[in-house]
């Protein structure tokens, strides 16, 4: 995959490029401010951006906006946008647009490598990957149909939410996949999602929890 980094800490920049690079991507510019993302996607034309929120001159919300010029422009770019904190304006903006081919994740929280991995495939392959601390905090605050899941079946669409795989999703909670997928049919049936593909069902129930 090919891939262009925006982030203005050079040295978590390098070690992004290192880990993409040693997962078989390819790298094809890194950047550190919002106009020269939007330039080198426009040359390199990747099939995904890695960005930062903030970044100079500012350090508001440079890289958002920049992702939200290159979206319309490009609308099957996949973004994984990094923060140092949950932005309220831009998960207010998942929720109301329903986004996909997009993650969400806060730097600190990427403590595992593999898992990080999987989440940009996730997201490459048009999938949704929302932080677990911005999972948590709609899935406490809702009170409609999520209300209606169980303690497992919450848990599972968390994991859902956060593009973990069926076979990840069963390796964190210690079940077979085969009950993963029995959770799953239960999901979708009590939150009205229609069969309509795998994938397209996995989205659905991902962004759920936000369309409110």
């Given at each position: 995959?090919?891939?262009?980094?925006?982030?203005?800490?050079?040295?978590?920049?390098?070690?992004?490029?290192?880990?993409?690079?040693?997962?078989?991507?390819?790298?094809?510019?890194?950047?550190?401010?919002?106009?020269?993302?939007?330039?080198?996607?426009?040359?390199?034309?990747?099939?995904?951006?890695?960005?930062?929120?903030?970044?100079?001159?500012?350090?508001?919300?440079?890289?958002?906006?920049?992702?939200?010029?290159?979206?319309?422009?490009?609308?099957?770019?996949?973004?994984?946008?990094?923060?140092?904190?949950?932005?309220?304006?831009?998960?207010?903006?998942?929720?109301?647009?329903?986004?996909?081919?997009?993650?969400?994740?806060?730097?600190?929280?990427?403590?595992?490598?593999?898992?990080?991995?999987?989440?940009?495939?996730?997201?490459?392959?048009?999938?949704?990957?929302?932080?677990?601390?911005?999972?948590?905090?709609?899935?406490?605050?809702?009170?409609?149909?999520?209300?209606?899941l169980t303690e497992r079946e919450t848990q599972v669409l968390?994991?859902?939410?956060?593009?973990?795989?069926?076979?990840?999703?069963?390796?964190?909670?210690?079940?077979?996949?085969?009950?993963?997928?029995?959770?799953?049919?239960?999901?979708?049936?009590?939150?009205?999602?229609?069969?309509?593909?795998?994938?397209?069902?996995?989205?659905?129930?991902?962004?759920?929890?936000?369309?409110?």
């Amino acid at each position: 995959m090919r891939i262009v980094i925006a982030e203005d800490q050079v040295l978590l920049r390098d070690g992004l490029a290192r880990l993409l690079a040693s997962a078989g991507h390819l790298v094809v510019a890194q950047v550190g401010d919002g106009p020269s993302l939007v330039a080198q996607v426009n040359l390199h034309r990747p099939e995904m951006v890695l960005a930062d929120i903030r970044m100079p001159p500012s350090y508001t919300d440079e890289g958002a906006r920049a992702v939200q010029l290159l979206r319309r422009r490009w609308p099957d770019l996949a973004v994984m946008m990094l923060s140092q904190l949950v932005d309220p304006d831009l998960v207010e903006q998942m929720r109301s647009r329903r986004l996909t081919r997009f993650g969400y994740l806060l730097k600190d929280r990427v403590l595992d490598t593999a898992v990080f991995l999987e989440q940009l495939e996730t997201v490459a392959a048009g999938g949704t990957v929302i932080d677990q601390s911005a999972v948590d905090g709609y899935l406490r605050r809702d009170d409609g149909r999520l209300g209606q899941l169980t303690e497992r079946e919450t848990q599972v669409l968390r994991l859902v939410a956060m593009g973990r795989s069926n076979a990840g999703i069963a390796a964190t909670l210690v079940i077979s996949r085969r009950t993963v997928d029995a959770h799953l049919r239960a999901i979708f049936g009590k939150l009205g999602i229609a069969a309509d593909g795998q994938d397209n069902q996995r989205v659905l129930a991902a962004l759920d929890w936000l369309s409110g």
